[in-house]
């Protein structure tokens, strides 16, 4: 199998290495999904008419959905961080 012998090719640390590279391209991948997936939620929230340009306060709106949704967001991650950590104490 060619995985199979690519994979014994590379040391313990270069397999850790591209490991750790896959795993920050899918967190990157991961992000920019759900920041995606709030821009259409608060799109849908927030604009009424689409135009040529946003008005202050369509733009208002989608500022502060989009903000929400993050925080929301960093606190149930924080949440959930907090809980593995105290899990593995």
Not at 18 to 27: C, F, M
Not at 40 to 61: A, I, M, R, Y
Request: charged share 20%; glycine share 4%; hydrophobic share 35%.
């Amino acid at each position: 199998m060619r995985s199979h012998s690519v994979r014994a090719e590379l040391g313990e640390a270069d397999e850790a290495q591209l490991q750790h590279l896959v795993a920050a391209e899918q967190q990157k991948a991961q992000f920019t999904a759900q920041v995606h997936h709030f821009m259409e939620l608060c799109w849908d929230k927030c604009v009424e008419k689409p135009g040529n340009h946003l008005d202050s306060c369509t733009e208002n709106c989608l500022s502060s959905c989009v903000d929400h949704f993050i925080d929301t967001t960093l606190a149930i991650t924080s949440w959930f961080a907090q809980i593995v950590q105290k899990g593995g104490q």
